[in-house]
């Protein structure tokens, strides 16, 4: 962040999980971050307080990022805020598992508006207050297997490989107005998402894992902080892995 204002930084889902790590990590980092959510209002809280107990500032933005209308209201009011919108983190995300012979199509729309078609649009919102500055940080949290691919996963790999595509050509886009574009690609990481997995299904996983284990928000936490920063003034349409070595 720059040194002489606080700036902002927005992270989408961040009441919980993965986006609940990168709040934290951005607090402590000195950004005034916005913790979005949706439904878990005491859960963005305590991730608001966990950041002003360590000496940080944030405070908890409630808005739908499936919803245009919703987005494009929220950025209007961040943008009344007094304080430029230095990062956007695109974590927020739903995964609805099913085989594409019992896909339903309102699952497939779900799917892409909740982690594709919000991403774009909360780009599109973000570049304007960004490009204004002259300076921003968009980091895509996308997945492993929108590299890979995953049985049972079609529409979320869909999904989570259309944020790659959105990386690298927004990279190209707004370059030119220092603003970057980065995505990261968690693995299996221990959260609410995975906890739908048993023991043995987790055990199996890790058996397939190079460095043997589910890796932790921290994980993730700890390279999208360096993406938000000055320490990666250089580094833009970039797809990094925090996935134990399980797709290299
Ligand atoms: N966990 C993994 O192994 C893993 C691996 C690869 C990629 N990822 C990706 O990492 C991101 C975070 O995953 P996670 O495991 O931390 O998920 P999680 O624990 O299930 O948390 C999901 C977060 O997204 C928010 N959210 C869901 N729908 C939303 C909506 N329509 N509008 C605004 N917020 C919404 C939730 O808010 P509420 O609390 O209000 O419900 C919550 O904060 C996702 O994009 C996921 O696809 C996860």
Known sequence: ?????????????????????????????????????????????????????????????????????????????????????????????????????????????????TNLVSAILLSREAV??????????????????GEMGNAGQVAYAAAKAGMLGLTKSLAKEVASRKVRVNAVTPGYIETDMTNELNETQKNAISQNIPLGCLGSANDVAQLVSFLAGPESKYITGQIIGVNGGLYI
Do not use: C, W
């Not at 993965?18 to 949706?38: D, R």
């Not at 304007?128 to 297997?145: A, E, P, T, W, Y």
């Open 1 to 113: 962040m720059s040194n002489t204002t606080k700036t902002m930084a927005l992270v989408t889902g961040g009441s919980r999980g993965i986006g609940a790590a990168i709040s934290e990590t951005l607090g402590k980092k000195g950004f005034h971050v916005l913790v979005n959510y949706v439904s878990n209002e005491a859960k963005a809280q305590e991730v608001v307080k966990k950041i002003t107990d360590a000496g940080g500032s944030a405070e908890a933005m409630k808005f739908d990022v499936s919803n245009e209308e919703q987005i494009v209201k929220a950025m209007e009011e961040i943008a009344k805020k007094g304080m430029p919108l230095e990062v956007l983190v695109n974590n927020a995300g739903i995964s609805e598992d099913s085989l594409i012979l019992r896909m339903k199509k309102e699952s497939l729309d779900r799917t892409l508006q």
């Open 128 to 145: 304007k207050l960004m490009m204004k500055n002259r300076n921003g940080s968009i980091i895509q949290i996308s997945s492993v297997v």
